[in-house]
C-alpha cells in the first residue's frame, strides 16, 4: 500500500516543485484511451496471457476499475500495524515477509515491460503507476484462478455426492468377471452422467451410450464431457441424426438408438465398441427392444463386448432373465420422504354433461396448499394430465385462480410447445410464489425439474396405439401403470419432503397394471419390419423380441410392405425397399423421394418429404390468433397441405436470405415454430445426400468458383459464424431468468415488443439456432432452390401432385356424397378401411372446403341434384393423405387433393371393367360410371401404356442404382432427360383429359356380389398383332380376362349385355390410321402397341404387325414360368408382374 | 466444435487432504504456451477445462513447504504466503504468521452458506 501522500510530501526535502505536476500526479485518469493503450501495449501483446482487443482485456479492466474502488475504500480506513514477528527457527518460516502485502497470497508473476526490453514506457508513464497496474493484473489473475478452481472442486464434490457414487467400483468388478451387467436406479441417482465415466477412469476407450432421444444424447455428452474436464476436448462426443462431434479421439460417444442400429446394419459384429451402454431401456421403446434382441445374438459372437442395460428400478428381472440371468447392480435412489394422499373424484353427475376435463379437483390441490404451506416455503407443484386438451382445460381455471391469488405462476409442459416455451418451467418463480407445471407424461422421466415438492396424479395418459384392422393411428386415454403411478410420485421427493396428491381412489391404484403397454405392441411395425429386412436379421416372426410383438401387427406391416412394393412375394426386399429401408421416414415418403428423383422435381420433393416427417411447425395458439392466420394466408396452398409446408419453408429460407430480416421475428408473427422448419432443412439435407449416395441424383455440382474477394467473404463470415458458435457453447448456458405473474400468453404485440429492442448485452441477442443453421447449410444454394421452387409451372405442380399421389397411394379418402350441402367444419370423407374421416383442423382444405367439390360445369345434368352421388364430372377429386390419427375423431393428416379418374387408373393396384369400360372399380371399393364408353377405352389403354413406361423407367433407375453399389463406377443417367421429358408431357396430358363420370364407394353389399366369376370364359380372339406384349388369361377368382397384374377386364356383374366381348364395330386408330372391326379389348391391346410414328402414314396390316414385333423384341426375353409351366417373351417388368400373379 | 491438441496428461493429481483429483500436464513454473506469467511454486498445472483457449492453464495444486504435503489450492486446504503451505501446517505454526493471515483463518472456520440447488435440466 502507498503511504499516504500528505506524509509523502513532508518528507520531501524539495519544496520548490511545479503546481501543475503535482496536480498532474493526483488527478490521474485510468480511464485515457492512450494511457490504456501504452499499457496495454506493454503487457497484453500478442503472445500474452490476455491479449489486446479481446474480450478477456475488457473483463480485465472492469475488473480493475473495481478494484480500485475497493482499494479506496480501503485506504480510508486506518490500520494497525502489527508489532514485528520474533525471528522463527524453522527455516521455511524464517523468511517470511513480516509485513503483510497482499502481493505476498499470490503464486504468479508477471514478467515486467522491463524484462522484456519495453521501450518507452518509462518516458510516458510513472513508474508508481506502472506497479500499480502490475499488481491490479496479478488479483485479476489470481481471482481467475480461483474462480476456475473453485468450479472445478464443487464439480467433484456434486459427483461424489450422487447415491452411485458408492458404486463406481463394484460396477466395474462385476463388468470385468460378466458379459452383460443391469444397473438399475430411479432418474437422480447419477447413473446415466457416471457410468461413461467410471469407464472413462478405468481405461476403457471405446464406448457407446445409446438414448432413445436426441436431446438427451446432447445434453448428456455435455455433462458427462464438463465433468470429466474434456468440455473442449474431443473426449466425449455424440452422434445424432444430422450432428456429430466425435472423432478420432472420442473415447465416448452418445448415440440414439437408431443410429447404433444402422452401424450394426453396416457391420453387424461392432468392432468399433469394447462396451455398450444402453440406457432407458425401461421405457421399452421399439427400437431399443429390438436392439437387445439384436445384441442377445451378437453377444456369442464378441465375447470381448461388454454391455451394461441401465434402467429404472421397476421390472429388472426382465432384463436379467433376457440375458441368461446378468448380474444386477441396484443403486438406492435419492428421493426425500413422499406423503400420498388419495382423493377419488366423486362428481360425476356433473362432468358427464360436457367431454371437457373439470378443473375443480385440481383447483381444490392448489386451494388446500395455500392453506396449509406459508407462502415463504419454497417448493412447485407438478401436474401430471393425460394431454394437450386437458392441459388446456386445467391451464385456463387454474391461471384465473392465480391471478386472484397471487401466489401462482401456471405454465403448460407438452412436446407440442416451442422450445422457449417449454424452457419456462426451468426458470424460478418469484418470492412467495410458486409454480404450477400442468404436464403430460413427458415430465415422468424425459424431463427433471429441481423444486418440485408437490405432485397432482390424474392418473390417465394418452398413448398412440394402431388399429391394424382399420389402419389407423389412435391417440387413446388409458390409465397408467403403478410403475408410472411410483415414477410420478418420486418427481416430489428429489430436493425435500413432498406430497403426492392422487385423484383416483386406491383401490384402482391396485388395480393398474404393473408396467406399462411395451412400445412394440401398441404401434405399426412397418419401419421396425423393414430395417429387420435390411439387416437380415431372419423371419420378424421368429426374432427373439424380450417381448414378442402381437403377430397380428407383424403381418399387417408385412403385407403393407408388399403393398407398397418394399417387398416382394418372398418377402424379400425389392430394390425400392433396400432404399426406403436407409431413408429415416415413413414408407410413404420416402416413395415420394425416390419418385421425384426421377423428374426434375427433386428440390420440391425434398422439402415436401422433409416438411412431412417433422410435427407441424403451426403454434397450437396460432389456431385462434386471427392476425397469424392474416399474415399466413398468403403462403396457404388450396392444392393441400404439402404444398403450405413447401410455401412457409421456401418464404422462411427466402427470409434468412436477407440479411436484415429477422426470421425469428417473422416465423412469431405467422404462428410458426422456427425450430421444426430447421428440422426441416436437417431433413432435407441428410434426403438429398442419401439420394446422392445412391445414384438417384446426379453429384453435387462443384462449388461456384466465385471471385477471390467473395471467396474470402465467405471465408471470414464462416469464421465469424464459427466464433459465435464457439461463444455460445463457452456460455453458461440459458439463464434461468425469474417469472413474471400474469406472464402474457398469447404473441402478438407483446412479443413483438419483446423482440424488437436488442438486449444490451449484444452476445445476448445472437440467435443461435441460425448461427448452427447457417454453418450446416449452403444457404445461398438452399434460397436457389426457393427461388426457383416459386416458379413452379401449372404443368411442374401437376406433376409434382402425380409423385406425392403414387407416394401416398393407397392412402386415399372419396368426399361423403353430401358434403357439398354441408357445413364447412362438417365435411364428412371415407377410406377404404374407416367410414365417416373429417378434415384435422390444421387442413388448409377445413378452411375452403370448397375446392374439393366437383364443380358443376355442366347444368344440363341436374337429375339427383340433392347430392354429388350420380353427378357425372369432370372434377371428381380425391384426398391423398399421410396419415389417419384418431382423438376423438379420426382425423385426415396433411392431405392433397388429385384428380380422381385419373389417379386411379395410374395408381390402382386392382382396376376392373365392365364389358365396354364404361363402369371401372378401383381397388375394390371406389367405382367410376364413365358417361362415354370409347373415352374411357382409349383413356385405360393410355393409362397402361403410362404406368408401363413409368415402371420401367423407375426400374431401371433402382437398377442402376444397385448396380453402382457393387461397381462403383460412374455410368450414364440410365434414364434419359428425353424419356423423363416425353413421361412427363404424357402424364401431365393424360392428368389434364376431361371425361365426365361420377364416383362413389362402393358399400359392403355390392362389393359382395360385384364379380361374375370364373365360369364365364368366351374363346380367346385369334388376332396376335392386335395385342402386341399383353397376354390374355382368364381371372381364377373374378371371372373376365387377366390382362396385366392390376387390370381386369370384364369381370363386372350388372352389365345385361352378354356378348359385349364379342360385339366388333368399326373403329379408326388415331395414330396409324387403321381401320377395322374390333371388340373393345381388341382396340386397348391395339392401342397400347401403335406404332406412333404418323410420319410413317398407314401401314398395311402384315407390315404392321412385323414392325410390332420388331419393337417389343428389343426389351422381351424368353422367359420360362415354373409356376404355371408357359414359356413367355417378357420385359423384366413383365417378368415381375407375371410372378406376382401366381402369389 | 474445433477440437485442439490436448496436452497428454502426465499423471493424476490428488490432493492429501480433500482427495480431489485432477489429470495434470505439467509441473513446475512455467506453464506451457505461456510467455508472460511464471509461477513462483512448483505447480501442478492442467489446461482449464473450462475455456476453449488452449494458452490458458489452471494451477491444480503443489507441496506445503514445511511437510512436503501434496495440497491442492483450494481454500480449505491450503493458502499461499511467498511459499504455499497446508492449512494444518499454517494452523500449527500461526505465530509465524502476519495478523492479516489469522484474520483470514478466523473467516474460514465460519460455516460456509448452503448454495440453493439450481434447477435441473433433462436427463
Known sequence: MPPPRTREGRDRRDH????SEEEALEKWDWNCPETRRLLEDAFFREEDYIRQGSEECQKFWTFFERLQRFQNLKTSRKEEKDPGQ???SIPALADLPRTYDPRYRINLSVLGPATRGSQGLGRHLPAERVAEFRRALLHYLDFGQKQAFGRLAKLQRERAALPIAQYGNRILQTLKEHQVVVVAGDTGC???TQVPQYLLAAGFSHVACTQPRRIACISLAKRVGFESLSQYGSQVGYQIRFESTRSAATKIVFLTVGLLLRQIQREPSLPQYEVLIVDEVHERHLHNDFLLGVLQRLLPTRPDLKVILMSATINISLFSSYFSNAPVVQVPGRLFPITVVYQPQEAEPTTSKSEKLDPRPFLRVLESIDHKYPPEERGDLLVFLSGMAEISAVLEAAQTYASH????????????????DQDKVFDVAPPGVRKCILSTNIAETSVTIDGIRFVVDSGKVKEMSYDPQAKLQRLQEFWISQASAEQRKGRAGRTGPGVCFRLYAESDYDAFAPYPVPEIRRVALDSLVLQMKSMSVGDPRTFPFIEPPPPASLETAILYLRDQGALDSSEALTPIGSLLAQLPVDVVIGKMLILGSMFSLVEPVLTIAAALSVQSPFTRSAQSSPECAAARRPLESDQGDPFTLFNVFNAWVQVKSERSRNSRKWCRRRGIEEHRLYEMANLRRQFKELLEDHGLLAGAQ????????????????????????????????RRRKVLRLQEEQDGGSSDEDRAGPAPP??????DIQDVKFKLRHDLAQLQAAASSAQDLSREQLALLKLVLGRGLYPQLAVPDAFNSSRKDSDQIFHTQAKQGAVLHPTCVFAGSPEVLHAQELEASNCDGSRDDKDKMSSKHQLLSFVSLLETNKPYLVNCVRIPALQSLLLFSRSLDTNGDCSRLVADGWLELQLADSESAIRLLAASLRLRARWESALDRQLAHQAQQQLEEEEEDTPVSPKEVATLSKELLQFTASKIPYSLRRLTGLEVQNMYVGPQTIPATPHLPGLFGSSTLSPHPTKGGYAVTDFLTYNCLTNDTDLYSDCLRTFWTCPHCGLHAPLTPLERIAHENTCPQAPQDGPPGAEEAALETLQKTSVLQRPYH???CGKDFLFTPTEVLRHRKQHV | MASHVECRPLGVFECELCTLTAPYSYVGQKPPNTQSMVLLEESYVMKDPFTSDKDRFLVLGSCCSLCSRLVCVGPECSLFYSKRFCLPCVRENINAFPQEIRQDLEKRKAPSKRTPSQPGSRT
Open chain 1, 16 to 19: 520548490h516543485r511545479a503546481p
Open chain 1, 86 to 88: 520474533p525471528k522463527h
Open chain 1, 190 to 192: 447419477g447413473k446415466s
Open chain 1, 405 to 420: 391469488t397471487q401466489r401462482w405462476v401456471v405454465l403448460p409442459l407438452h412436446s407440442a410447445l416451442s422450445v422457449a
Open chain 1, 702 to 733: 462443384a462449388a461456384q468458383v466465385g471471385d477471390s474477394y467473395s471467396r474470402l467473404q465467405q471465408r471470414r463470415e464462416r469464421r465469424a459464424l464459427h466464433q459465435l458458435k464457439r461463444q455460445h457453447e463457452e456460455g453458461a448456458g
Open chain 1, 761 to 766: 448485452g449484444a452476445s445476448d441477442g445472437v
Open chain 1, 1121 to 1123: 414360368c415354373e409356376a
